[in-house]
């Protein structure tokens, strides 16, 4: 089956600070994968996705290229601000199904 | 585009009451999906319709919960009776198109308090 797996948070940074937060997935076929956002009393919104191997999305300043290599798509940003403070989910759709597969997620915290 | 609506934004019941929970997709949009998200569970998938047709239920937790798509730009849950294990924020998402491409769209959430 398919399944997304994060890195543990929270992870806590400075502003403008450099920021990875790993993901790596098993799938079916070839999965298209996606990053979404949470922010405090909100529901999740796409924040970028890639739909094939080695394709890079991007959005807001934060990146996470496909790597079919090592099943990996880890979000990175290089210079993160307090207002980027949120939770974090990656996913995966594969298989002929088109529900998608979350990680746990994990915390981000940005201080001043 | 409003996004998905969903009502209440908090509700808090008493053990044992009848609680319904309210989405209205993003126009369009062929697929529905409810979720529930707590710190211990993360995020779950409860069910989800395509064209209004309930597809697969296998995530309801129990008898107590049901899920209704009367049409395309309405549905509920609703959990009958409440418990307090059944408080959580509630989503609900609706994506369109149909294929490995499409993104979820998630309404705010409705944060459920059962005491």
């Known amino acids: 089956g398919n399944s997304v797996t994060q890195m543990e948070g929270p992870v806590t940074l400075s502003e403008e600070a450099f920021l990875t937060i790993n993901c790596t997935y098993t799938?079916?076929?070839?999965?298209?994968l996606f990053w979404y956002v949470q922010y405090p009393g909100e529901g999740l919104q796409l924040l970028l996705k890639?739909?094939?191997?080695?394709d890079k999305g991007s959005n807001k300043g934060f990146e996470a290229t496909y790597r079919k290599e090592t099943t990996s798509f880890h979000l990175e940003k290089g210079s993160v601000q307090v207002s980027d403070s949120a939770v974090y989910f990656c996913?995966?759709?594969?298989?002929?199904?088109?529900?998608?597969?979350f990680g746990r997620g994990t915390s981000l915290i940005v201080h001043p | 585009d409003a996004g998905v609506i969903q009502s209440p934004r908090h509700e808090v019941t008493e053990m044992g009451q009848e609680v319904t929970l309210r989405c209205k997709p993003i126009?369009?949009?062929?697929?529905l999906f409810w979720y529930r998200q707590t710190m211990m569970r993360g995020l779950e998938l409860l069910i989800y319709f395509n064209n209004n047709v309930p597809i697969d239920d296998s995530g309801m937790p129990e008898d107590r919960f049901s899920a209704k798509m009367p049409n395309a730009s309405f549905s509920t849950l609703k959990i009958q009776p409440s418990e307090p294990r059944d408080s959580a924020v509630y989503f609900c998402?609706?994506?369109?198109?149909?294929?490995?491409?499409?993104?979820?769209?998630f309404g705010n959430g409705t944060r459920l308090t059962v005491t």
């Open positions: 799938a079916t076929g070839y999965p298209s």
């Open positions: 126009s369009g949009h062929d697929y």
């Open positions: 996913a995966l759709i594969s298989g002929g199904s088109y529900i998608p597969t």
């Open positions: 890639a739909t094939k191997a080695d």
């Open positions: 998402a609706s994506s369109g198109q149909g294929t490995n491409n499409s993104p979820l769209h």
